[in-house]
T-cell receptor
Framework: QKEVEQNSGPLSVPEGAIASLNCTYS??????FFWYRQYSGKSPELIMS????GDKEDGRFTAQLNKASQYVSLLIRDSQPSDSATYLC????????????FGAGTRLFVKA | KAGVTQTPRYLIKTRGQQVTLSCSPI?????VSWYQQTPGQGLQFLFE???????NKGNFPGRFSGRQFSNSRSEMNVSTLELGDSALYLC?????????????FGEGSRLTVL
């Protein structure tokens, strides 16, 4: 089992729709969770962090965390073509020492 | 404020050679992490250095090594290159150790092994 799992996609949504990206993790002791966005040919950049159960909103982005289910999600409201990118879920676990582990990423396409 | 700088950006090597990649973190950041990114495997953690000490290491063979200097700049070395080492190598810096906060990535060094 991979430490951080994501559906590789691609996920295709029309402009203006809600894009829902999901991630599960295996280390139950994980405490910190992040979503990074990576445009093609570019390096990842942080868009959201979440540390406690529930929802965290930042503009059009909402991160959701459920530690009991070991599940993290990212919702993008009013999706724009500029949101087309690969979204990487990242988790800091303590198995074998604290380190940031990334999922393989979900490719999102927003159609105009 | 300057970002994370990686050099070289592109390089081509042949099997059996070795390569050294360099990373200069954001000023004030003491943690440098290295990742290998390939289309099939995504971002794989190589190692993290904090204040010149390796704090953590991923599941890579001993051919992959690194170090950090007193000015927080870091280098990683890959010896006896194999075709499978072809990848984008990303360096990320952070304020704290253990990747406990946001990682700031450089543009990466794209290595092609022929």
């Amino acid at each position: 089992q991979k430490e951080v799992e994501q559906n590789s996609g691609p996920l295709s949504v029309p402009e203006g729709a809600i894009a829902s990206l999901n991630c599960t993790y295996s280390d139950r002791g994980s405490q910190s969770f992040f979503w990074y966005r990576q445009y093609s040919g570019k390096s990842p950049e942080l868009i959201m962090s979440i540390y406690s159960n529930g929802d965290k909103e930042d503009g059009r982005f909402t991160a959701q965390l459920n530690k009991a289910s070991q599940y993290v999600s990212l919702l993008i409201r009013d999706s724009q073509p500029s949101d087309s990118a690969t979204y990487l879920c990242a988790v800091i676990g303590d198995t074998g020492g604290f380190k940031t582990i990334f999922g393989a990423g979900t490719r999102l396409f927003v159609k105009a | 404020k300057a970002g994370v700088t990686q050099t070289p950006r592109y390089l081509i090597k042949t099997r059996g050679q070795q390569v050294t990649l360099s990373c200069s973190p954001i000023s004030g950041h003491r943690s440098v992490s290295w990742y290998q990114q390939t289309p099939g495997q995504g971002l794989q953690f190589l190692f993290e250095y904090f204040s010149e000490t390796q704090r953590n290491k991923g599941n890579f063979p001993g051919r992959f090594s690194g170090r950090q200097f007193s000015n927080s700049r870091s280098e990683m070395n890959v010896s006896t290159l194999e075709l499978g080492d072809s990848a984008l190598y990303l360096c990320a810096s952070s304020w704290t150790s253990g990747g406990t906060g946001e990682l700031f990535f450089g543009e990466g060094s794209r290595l092609t092994v022929l």
